[in-house]
């Protein structure tokens, strides 16, 4: 993964209620009961995040964790009280009207929950509705729109009004919009918490399929935490405003930073998450029945080796690192470790 | 006993008490004390208010000055504003053009035929909605033609498409403003809230005086009556559009403008086309009231016809006008409901067959019409009249029910309005007020206890309170009537939906019905008195019983009523101890709506001889003077707001209680 941070937010508060600022700025680091002697509510405390290049960040929490304002605060939807985003090294927060609405024709894009599209616009429409805002010629960006309404699957249904569709369609719309100005930055608010489930899993591989090949850096908002380990590469956990862990999702699991993050992954279906070489141990014997990669989740190689009679070789970069036993993919599997 | 005896109770019946006994002596206390102010309010305390204002309007009129241009030029400037389209209009859909004036006047073109105008409303119909509406509008318009009010149906049409643009447009950017600006909703909101209760004729009376009698005055008044509920829905409609369609607009990259207009204000666009139509209706209502300062049109012909007790014309003009209600209430609802479509391809003529279709037909009834006059002006001896036969009905159903009417009259105004009225009017003016402030106090906490004392002072201290108990009176009698008909309709309409279908289509034909309507069947068989004014109002006001009740039961959750039949309840159990509770803060707000309602009938009934405030802006309004109707019509006002914030209150209380 290519390292270079895209977005940066430093020290980012925002809090609710009367003389937020003033507050602040005589109170550096409120603790929580501090804020609601003043009568405010934090609903993103202290927040530090650094967002690489071409990464899935999730942040995940509960309702009411803050992790809706908190991508609001990045997409600057919402006015922090206090901090600092840095875009491509740039802050901002110290932009103008004008500059932000620059950086969001041109870089940024976003998928809501609800959809939000509207209602009296086609599909064809909507998607090319960023375009339209920026006075995009007619032809040019209904072509534009074309494309993307044919990338998220819906030819065919280019004339439809956003009523005419099932759930799962409009949030396809949804997606074709904020991706028809090519954004470097892709913010998804909880995109498929209001499907069904089936629908959700559908919506899940497709996303994963659009991304393989668009490669975008996206920020995703969940509160589902199988989602969080399907899509994330690196997840941020979110309770009451405060950021309590960022990781990926395997150290999440191993790991827990607090009892919280603890108490939240421990019905998680730990064979999705835990890699090969988070098992390996130095090698025992000299038989082997065969080789794993390294960053192998046990549920895609816990067959073959549960049911093979000697260890497996952990391989990472063409090195042996250890080996893989039957034992410990069962403690895994039935939920021991 | 001691369980029964609750704080609460002991108060109400405690007021009660006090204010039936001073009621009831107050005549004897004053001659025992000889205190003539326990009854009568002093003249030497009363306020000049009314001499002030209308000190103030001769000033704004004869010498205000704006340092580049008078008022009297302002107003002015504005009248020619409004003429010149309004004139427009009239040529074309009736006077026809022309050049030149008096004897050498010289045609240009003649006006629109009828044929004409009935295809266009044909046009409208079949392009708002369908086939079946595009009949019944194009029926509304030729029973116009066929019965003889052609001529009137087209000057209060003409008056209605002038002031609904203004009103719309104009209600759209105030509401866009005031959803904007924060400081400026503020401003608007009280004034929205006066606007909507003081009676029209008490603006009626500042606007003559500003522009004079005719037609320009009557559509100033059109739309300032009409625009506030255009106001209040631009905003309400902004406001609830998703949070979320907006940040999605914000992400687009729109600018503040481009949110507005191509995000906020489309989204909203179903919405807001319920309040064109609110405006639609307003307008027509008021066009016809305002007949009474010069607009003509429909309204005249029925204020004429009553005032000559021609009862056949009153009942056709009065008819013409619910055609007209229905026709273009039906047609802006279709345009309120009609979902986008997209535009079939093909050339100019195919892609708007309408358009096309209607221009056609215009160009060829104005070179047919120059051939054939029956084409351009419906004949006059192809007109029905129905006015015969509605004085014959009238005079039979006088002859034959005359005593059956008189009966029902007497009874109900010996044993419940006269009773009623002299409760009300023996109340000392003192007592009024103290009681007010208590009961409000009570309900709404102190401050609306202020609010209401200081408001009923400023009556009293007017020198109104007789007239306002008589109000009080009437009013609290009409509602009374009105609810203990509503609710068991609207109960009726909830439980059996084949019943609700009909009733509450009765109910939305009745609403759009202009006020003044009304009035006509009433003063026909009951003649004029607070009888049939109180049945005037009564009808007016009881659709949002209905309306409310029904709507108040059928929101009842399903689990709700589920939970009880499984506790064994029998459907009339169901109905007491389930879902009229549960219902009460919908009936409340129902209520106040028949409060509202009743009030602004009120106002309109004093045409037929009422002595209450209605009277007072009324005889402001035929003397024209601008201070009586001002302080009138703040009066009325005052006992609006007072009786809203007291019912509202009760409202909240009771969702407060059922965790609504």
Redesign the interface.
């Given at each position: 993964m290519n390292q270079s941070v895209i977005l940066e937010c430093r020290d980012v508060w925002k809090l609710y209620g009367p003389n937020a600022e003033t507050f602040l700025n005589n109170t550096p680091a409120p603790k929580k009961g501090d804020l609601g002697r003043a009568g405010l509510i934090g609903a993103v405390r202290a927040a530090n995040v650094q967002i690489f290049k071409g990464e899935i960040f999730v942040i995940m929490g509960l309702s009411g964790s803050g992790k809706s304002t908190l991508v609001r605060c990045l997409s600057r939807l919402v006015e922090p009280t206090a901090g600092e985003i840095h875009f491509e090294g740039e802050n901002l927060l110290n932009m103008s009207d004008k500059e932000l609405i620059q950086i969001r024709r041109s870089k940024m894009g976003m998928v809501f929950q609800q959809f939000a599209l509207l209602p009296h616009l086609t599909v064809l429409e909507n998607a090319a509705f960023p375009l339209d805002v920026q006075g995009v010629p007619k032809a040019e960006r209904l072509a534009r729109a074309q494309e993307v309404v044919e990338l998220v699957g819906l030819k065919g249904r280019e004339g439809y009004y956003p009523r005419e569709l099932s759930g799962g369609q409009q949030q396809r719309v949804g997606i074709a919009r904020s991706l028809a100005v090519e954004p470097d930055l892709w913010f998804l608010d909880e995109p498929f918490s209001a499907l069904d489930p089936l629908i959700r899993r559908e919506m899940q591989d497709e996303f994963i399929r659009l991304q393989n090949m668009l490669h975008k850096t996206i920020i995703f908002i969940t509160h589902d935490f199988d989602e969080a380990i399907r899509l994330a590469d690196r997840i941020a956990v979110m309770k009451d405003g405060a950021i309590q862990q960022v990781a990926k999702p395997e150290e999440l699991v191993l790991n827990p930073a607090t009892d919280y993050v603890a108490e939240f992954t421990r019905h998680v279906n730990r064979a999705k998450v835990i890699t090969a070489a988070a098992l390996a141990e130095p090698l025992s014997g000299d038989s082997f029945s065969g080789t794993v990669p390294a960053n192998a989740t046990i549920e895609t190689i816990g067959d073959r080796v549960e049911a093979a009679e000697h260890p497996f070789h952990v391989e990472q970069d063409g090195k042996v690192i250890g080996q893989i036993t039957r034992s410990a993919v069962i403690d895994v599997l039935v939920g021991r470790r | 006993m001691g369980r029964w005896l609750t704080s609460g109770r002991v108060f109400w019946l405690g007021l009660f008490a006090v204010t039936w006994l001073l009621s009831q002596y107050s005549f004897q206390l004053y001659k025992a004390l000889d205190a003539r102010w326990i009854i009568r309010y002093p003249k030497k305390w009363q306020l000049p208010l009314e001499d002030s204002i209308s000190a103030f309007l001769n000033w704004l009129v004869e010498t205000a000055n704006f340092y580049f241009f008078t008022f009297r030029e302002l107003t002015r400037a504005i009248a020619a504003l409004l003429e010149a389209p309004y004139q427009f209009l009239r040529n074309l859909l009736i006077e026809g053009f022309t050049t030149g004036y008096g004897d050498s006047a010289v045609q240009l073109a003649p006006s629109l035929g009828w044929v004409a105008v009935v295809v266009c409303a044909i046009a409208i119909g079949h392009y708002a909605r369908n086939w079946a509406l595009a009949a019944l509008v194009g029926a509304c318009f030729l029973y116009l033609a066929i019965f003889g009010q052609w001529h009137s149906a087209m000057i209060t049409l003409a008056s209605v498409l002038i002031a609904v643009p203004i009103g719309a447009v104009g209600g759209l950017f105030l509401g866009i403003a005031a959803y904007r600006v924060p400081w400026f909703n503020r401003l608007l909101q009280p004034v929205l809230d006066l606007m909507q209760t003081v009676p029209v004729f008490a603006y009626l009376v500042p606007i003559l005086i500003l522009f004079g009698f005719g037609p320009v005055a009557a559509l100033v008044a059109t739309v300032v009556y009409a625009m506030p509920p255009m106001v209040r829905i631009t905003i309400l409609s902004l406001r609830s559009v998703?949070e979320?369609?907006q940040?999605?607009?914000?992400?687009?990259?729109?600018?503040r403008r481009?949110i507005m207009w191509?995000?906020l204000v489309?989204?909203a666009?179903p919405s807001l086309m319920v309040g064109v139509n609110q405006v639609i209706m307003l307008s027509l209502n008021m066009v016809i009231i305002a007949s009474m300062i010069g607009a003509g049109g429909l309204g005249f012909d029925v204020l004429a016809s009553l005032r000559r007790l021609d009862i056949g014309a009153g009942i056709e003009a009065g008819l013409a006008i619910v055609v007209m209600a229905i026709a273009l209430d039906r047609a802006s609802q279709a345009f309120a409901e009609r979902?986008?479509r997209?535009l079939p391809d093909g050339n100019l003529l195919q892609r708007h067959p309408w358009s096309s279709t209607v221009l056609l037909v215009i160009l060829a009834n104005l070179v047919l019409g120059h051939f054939i006059p029956a084409l351009q002006t419906y004949p006059d001896a192809m007109t029905l009249t129905t006015g015969p036969f509605w004085s014959d009905a009238m005079e039979w159903i006088n002859v034959n029910f005359f005593d059956t009417f008189e009966a029902v009259k007497v009874v109900v105004l010996q044993g419940l309005l006269l009773p009623v009225k002299k409760f009300f009017s023996g109340i000392p003016w003192a007592w009024g007020i103290i009681a007010t402030g208590l009961i409000s106090w009570r309900i709404g906490g102190w401050k609306l206890g202020v609010m209401a004392a200081l408001m009923m002072a400023f009556i009293a201290a007017s020198g109104l309170w007789g007239k306002a108990m008589v109000t009080i009176y009437l009013c609290g009698v009409s509602v009374l009537i009105a609810t203990v008909i509503g609710i068991p309709l609207g109960i009726w309409a909830a439980e059996k939906p084949a019943a609700g279908r009909v009733i509450l289509g009765l109910m939305d034909t009745l609403q759009t019905l202009p006020s003044f309507v009304y009035l006509i069947p009433v003063v026909m068989l009951f003649r004029v008195g607070d009888f049939s004014a109180m049945i005037a109002v009564v009808l007016y006001a009881l659709a949002p019983a209905v309306r409310y009740a029904a709507h108040g039961l059928r929101d009842v959750p399903e689990q709700m009523i589920e939970a009880g039949v499984m506790s064994g309840c029998t459907k009339r159990q169901l109905l007491w101890r389930v879902k009229l509770p549960l219902a009460t803060p919908q009936l409340l707000l129902g209520l106040n709506q028949t409060i509202m309602l009743a009030i602004s009938m009120l106002v309109i009934t004093a045409l037929v001889g009422t002595r209450d405030l209605g009277q007072e802006v009324y005889i402001a309004l035929t003397k024209a003077n601008a201070g009586q109707g001002i302080v009138a019509g703040l009066s009325v006002a005052f006992i609006a707001i007072v009786a809203d914030r007291i019912v509202n209150a009760l409202a909240e209380g009771q969702r407060r209680r059922l965790g609504l």
């Open positions: - | 998703p979320e369609i940040e999605a607009g914000r992400m687009a990259g729109c600018t481009q191509k995000v489309p989204s666009t979902s986008q997209s």
